[in-house]
């Protein structure tokens, strides 16, 4: 297709396009246009009925079968079964890894050292895969023995009980004896034990729907984990590569152990055996250029089981002296054990390693599922694989066999050689169990070698995950630091400690990520509404007096001390704590919003509701970082008072701090000169897109404007929230601090493109109040800043004044007398019942409460819903009177 066709092809001439509509807050939307109502959270679900006194069971044909497939995961590939297309590659790769079952149920002995009936093995064996085909949701797994886990059965055993050691010559110790013969039985009932309860602990993490842990896994842990587990398999084999029989360890550093004893042991090693690995490895990469085509379907060449065949053939005429499994065949002093449930007596002695092993069992199994999964474009149910495994655990133990899993080298074989669905599993199992009946003496005499080549072969496409070290480097290096500490907590730990260091390590990572504060600065792409970083496109203009940050994750209780670090570093400011007469201040006012009453003593009833605790609406103040002590950082401190407790919100604002002016600081001389608003200002202030100052009162506000105008030139902040997924509650405190911080020098916080999940849990966690409203909260970037250009357009600047410091003090008192004179005028009707007692009690030293009043414009005092201070002549301070709250008279 041409470029210029497309819809959005390159040369493609650009469209313009107008909007013409009007600022959107959140408190007009949400006025203007009505939410859907949220469903409730307890649905009323009926599940039968009465009719003619029958129950009758509402359940439809749609939910039953779906409840039936996922429980029976077989049906959803056995009713869609291509014939012609997958039948010829299930049956190739079930006879392929039937066949190499066979010689690994023989030779398992050698590695474990734990002479299990042999025949049992293979009835396990074929249980299990029965269990998978029929539960399993992966299509390429062949269940059963893995080398690793069966050693740390057998460790497990010979520690609790029982212990066998191999002579030079392969043989156990004498069997006739009538103790060592019960302590075997002990040890094979302990086996069998300890695989019943990994299945049982499989089953119950199943039930509880914890399967879910591994959506969090990411792919370069679980190549990672392959990627060790394939090594561990490979050590394990040179017990058949070189002939030789070590004590294989298992646990922490267990694999530099069993290439010591390997080191060590080499002198002894079987040539003949060292020769045959050699050969069938060069054949098995041989075959790898030979490439069949049967109807334009690609075959792998059957190299495996044509070698197989062809040297258990030539080993049964002729003498290799190779090691074989003939010798470990007739070690085993028992052929068949028939099944029986396993001994509950013991298993308080094997809950934590059972539990290890329910662990690893699992996690192996789904690994090597989703990597396949994702090869052939499918997916697998974590849960029920779980369920699957667990099922195939329990009924393993019935023949005291080991904890079984996913078994490498078969699921490779099953999957390289054309196998399609599980029908190849059980094609497999069917073969092995055949031969093993008929034939098993036959594949006795294969030496271990060749067994030990293909498993080493197949194990080749997981060491491939090295080369995706650099490419890791490249993309991502959080997930290349995943990867190196899973390989080498697993290589180096063990399948069980290094899987949870892993897990736990990959966890702190995504935790990391997720809560890792990412903020930039943006600015606006000149005549038009986008909006860019400032940092990365030049064409992107900062807007005077607007700082515009863009939040770009979630903020929590983990980041949120970055986020307001980075708001102040960009501002240029300092967080100082308030002193002690600051917040006594804050506390007072707060407590009589809450109406407690401050009494040195009182008596309540424990019966009575607990009075409700103050809550301030922040506990530092904002200073420039160039100042040095947070007494010189302003002229004003603006104490909001509010409270959720009342239905009616009141507000009012205190100066304090003003006694502690120095003639020779210009900034506070200019914070006192300056007057209250002018008629012109009040009435530009009412037509205002958001009501920026209800929580404070104007002229203060307008005075710590006109202090902090040459400090502070940005008046507007506007947090872009379009990124932020979440907020939780100490971040909602945070944030409103901020609000109230900023507000407290004359700058404006507002809030841009917040999703509507926010905006709820805002309101759940209390975030609103008479000064953070939603009508801070604008719908869209741009809304956000228009609004903050033409609020700061309104209002007339206020000039500040350039003379002497003493004429500008001398102009700051005639003002504040004038202030003081307009204030007892306007209010005459309230005070005109004064007494000369009262002139009396206007000689004592007046709160600052009462200061802040008087230094405050009237018209604003008379629109506030606080009470003033009237005498009251009871009090003893007072000579006998004392001071109540009383609201105003009605005028």
């Known amino acids: 297709m041409e470029p210029d066709s497309h819809p959005f092809g390159l040369h493609r001439q650009s469209r313009n396009y107008h909007i013409n509509r009007g600022l959107r807050t959140e408190d007009h939307f949400e006025r203007t246009y009505e939410r859907h109502e949220p469903p409730p959270k307890n649905r009323d679900f009926k599940i039968f009925r009465v009719q003619r006194r029958k129950i009758q069971c509402r359940f439809s044909w749609g939910r039953f079968r779906k409840f039936v497939h996922t429980m029976f995961p ?90 066998l050691s191999l002579s030079p010559n392969h043989r156990f110790a004498n069997f006739s004896d009538e103790n060592y013969i019960r302590s075997y039985l002990d040890a094979l009932n302990l086996t069998a034990s300890t695989t019943f309860l990994t299945g049982i602990i499989q089953l119950l993490l199943g039930c509880f729907c914890l399967g879910f842990v591994t959506t969090y896994l990411p792919k370069t842990l679980i190549d990672a984990y392959l990627t060790a587990a394939a090594l561990h398999v490979i050590v394990s084999q040179f017990t058949f590569i070189f002939g030789i029989v070590i004590d294989f360890h298992v646990g922490p550093l267990a694999i530099f152990y069993n290439l010591l004893y390997y080191s060590m042991a080499l002198p002894k090693a079987n040539s003949t055996s060292i020769l045959i690995f050699l050969v069938c490895v060069v054949m098995l990469r041989v075959s790898k250029c030979i490439k069949i085509t049967y109807k334009h379907n690609p075959i792998e060449f059957p190299m495996e089981l044509l070698m197989i065949v062809t040297i258990a053939i030539i080993s049964n005429y002729i003498p290799l002296r190779a090691e074989s499994s003939t010798v470990v065949a007739k070690m ?81 074989i099953q999957e390289k050689t054309g196998g399609k669905t599980q029908l190849a599993a059980l094609i497999g199992a069917s073969i092995m169990l055949v031969l093993v009946q008929k034939l098993g003496y036959f594949f006795q005499a294969l030496p271990n070698a060749v067994l030990a080549a293909i498993v080493m072969v197949n194990m080749f496409p997981f060491l491939e995950k090295f080369l995706d070290i650099p490419t890791l480097w490249r993309q991502d290096k959080y997930h290349l630091v995943i990867w190196i500490v899973t390989f080498a907590a697993v290589l180096c730990l063990g399948l069980d400690i290094g899987l949870a260091i892993s897990m736990g390590f990959t966890f702190f990572i995504i935790t990391v990520r997720s809560h890792r504060m990412k903020m930039m600065m943006l600015g606006q792409v000149q005549h038009m509404d986008i909006y860019r970083s400032l940092s990365d496109y030049k064409a992107a203009v900062e807007i005077e007096g607007v700082k515009i940050f863009q939040c770009c994750s979630s903020i929590s209780f983990a980041n949120m001390k970055h986020f307001k670090e980075y708001l102040l570093r960009k501002m240029d400011m300092k967080a100082v704590p308030l002193d002690e ?23 309540t009833c424990v019966c009575d509701p607990p009075e409700p ?4 609406p922040y506990t530092e103040k904002l200073v420039k970082r160039s100042h040095r002590s947070s007494g010189a950082s302003s002229s004003s401190l603006n104490l909001i008072r509010w409270s959720k407790f009342e239905s009616k919100h009141s507000s009012e604002t205190l100066s304090t701090g003003f006694s502690a002016l120095s003639p020779g600081r210009p900034e506070d001389i200019r914070g006192r000169a300056a007057g209250p608003e002018t008629g012109r200002q009040k009435d530009e202030g009412k037509r205002t897109l958001f009501p920026l100052d209800r929580g404070l009162d104007n002229s203060t506000t307008m005075l710590c404007q006109a202090a902090e105008c040459s400090i502070y030139p940005v008046h507007t902040i506007i947090l872009d929230f379009s990124m932020v997924q979440f907020v939780d509650l100490q971040a909602t405190d945070l944030l409103r601090q901020i609000f109230h911080m900023f507000q407290n020098i004359g700058i404006t916080v507002l809030i841009a493109s917040c999703h509507l999940s926010v905006v709820e849990i805002f309101e759940k966690n209390d975030f609103f109040d008479n000064c953070v409203t939603k009508a801070r909260f604008f719908l869209t970037l741009h809304d956000a800043v228009l609004a903050a250009l033409e609020q700061r357009q309104m209002p007339e600047p206020m000039e500040l004044g350039t003379g002497e410091p003493e004429q500008e003090l001398n102009e700051g008192l005639i003002e504040e007398k004038k202030e003081r004179s307009q204030y007892v005028d306007k209010n005459n009707d309230v005070f005109s019942m004064r007494t000369a007692e009262d002139e009396l009690l206007n000689e004592e030293p007046v709160p600052n409460l009462f200061d802040s009043y008087s230094q405050t414009d009237p018209e604003v005092l008379r629109q506030l819903d606080t009470p003033l201070l009237e005498p009251d002549y009871e009090d003893e301070a007072w000579g006998g009177q004392d001071w109540k709250k009383g609201r105003n008279p009605k005028q």
Not at 97 to 116: A, D, E, H, M, N
Not at 353 to 364: R, W
Not at 369 to 386: D, M, P, T, V
Not at 613 to 616: I, M
Request: charged share 10%; aromatic share 12%.
């Open 581 to 603: 007469n600051e917040m006594r201040a804050l506390i007072s006012v707060s407590l009589s919003d809450t109406g407690v009453q401050r009494k040195d003593f009182k008596c």
């Open 332 to 412: 085993v002093p028992l052929r068949f054990l028939p099944p029986t449930l396993p001994d509950l007596s013991n298993l308080n002695r094997i809950v934590f390693h059972s539990f290890s092993l329910a662990i690893v069992s699992y996690f192996l199994l789904v690994f090597v599922g989703k990597r396949y999964a994702c090869i052939h474009n499918y997916n697998i149910c974590s849960n029920q694989e779980l369920l699957a495994v667990g099922l195939a655990n329990v009924l393993s133990s019935f023949f005291k066999s080991f904890t079984v899993s996913s078994a490498l080298s078969g699921t490779v």
């Open 74 to 163: 077989i049906l959803n590939w056995l009713c869609i079964y291509r014939i012609r297309e997958w039948l010829l590659g299930d049956v190739h790769a079930g006879i392929s890894v039937g066949l190499v079952q066979i010689p690994q149920g023989l030779s398992g002995v050698l590695l474990t050292r734990l002479p299990l009936p042999i025949i049992n093995g293979f009835y396990s064996a074929f249980c299990c895969s029965l269990t998978y085909v029929i539960f399993g949701t992966s299509r390429h797994i062949s269940i059963g023995s893995f080398s690793i886990l069966n050693a740390m059965v057998a460790d497990i055993v010979k520690t609790l009980n029982f212990s």
């Open 613 to 616: 605790l103050p809550r301030v």
